[in-house]
């Protein structure tokens, strides 16, 4: 079963930040905090992953709480091509098996 | 670079037949896994393979097989088709120590 929570829905407008939070209260040490995105009909696109260091990318940022028990994906300028499922994954090790819940859907508006 | 790639894109078969899904790894990953896509849910883990042995298994019945070959890429075999078996079926592939990256998946309609 899935061990993350995020809402279900979020919009924001064009160009603006999206803030896509999730819960991870139950994350063990060991465990990394992974993100990826499902654009309607394609598989899911990995967009980054921590383990308690906030990190960039090209993609987004992602920002672990002290405690580790939650996180925030940061699309810093979103476009209408950001509209997707956005997916917060525990994770024991990289390679290991993901579980998904049923994620957040990310509307971007013009 | 091409990424993962999977066949068919989509097929349609019949309660009680047998089916066979095909996925190519992403170059240089050694490491598959598949997951199943209900319409409205999260992907659901099958199984994942290495060095052409089921490392991990998800909670699915025996109908669902696979099998790694040595060039790393993948088949999913699913007997005794049910309804409930209609779903994106989803390859992912990654080194043993890596992120994964997912295929656009495998439209499968049980009618």
């Known amino acids: 079963d899935a061990k993350t929570t995020q809402p279900p829905s979020m919009d924001c407008a064009e160009g603006r930040a999206a803030n896509l939070p999730c819960n991870h209260s139950?994350?063990?040490?060991?465990?990394?905090v992974y993100w990826y995105r499902q654009i309607h009909s394609q598989g899911p696109q990995y967009i980054i992953h921590?383990?308690?260091n906030n990190e960039t990318n090209e993609m987004a940022s992602l920002i672990i709480t002290e405690d580790r028990k939650s996180s925030t994906l940061i699309l810093p300028h979103a476009t209408l091509r950001d509209t997707a499922v956005y997916y917060c994954?525990?994770?024991?090790?990289?390679?290991?098996?993901?579980?998904f819940g049923t994620g957040t859907r990310l509307a971007v508006r013009p | 670079d091409a990424g993962v790639t999977q066949s068919p894109t989509h097929l349609i078969k019949t309660r009680g037949q047998q089916v066979t899904l095909r996925c190519s790894p992403k170059?240089?990953?050694?490491?598959v896994s598949w997951y199943q896509q209900a319409l409205g849910q999260g992907p659901q883990f099958i199984f994942q393979?290495?060095?052409?042995?089921?490392?991990q298994r998800g909670n699915f019945p025996d109908r669902f097989s696979g099998h790694q070959f040595p060039n790393y890429s993948s088949e999913l075999n699913v007997n005794a088709l049910l309804l409930g078996d209609s779903a994106l079926y989803l390859c992912?592939?990654?080194?043993?120590?890596?992120?994964?990256?997912f295929g656009q998946g495998t439209r499968l309609t049980v009618v």
């Open positions: 994954v525990e994770e024991k090790s990289s390679g290991d098996k993901l579980t």
């Open positions: 139950t994350i063990s040490g060991n465990e990394y």
């Open positions: 921590g383990l308690k």
């Open positions: 393979y290495y060095e052409e042995e089921e490392r």
């Open positions: 992912a592939s990654s080194l043993v120590q890596g992120s994964a990256f």
């Open positions: 170059s240089g990953h050694d490491t």
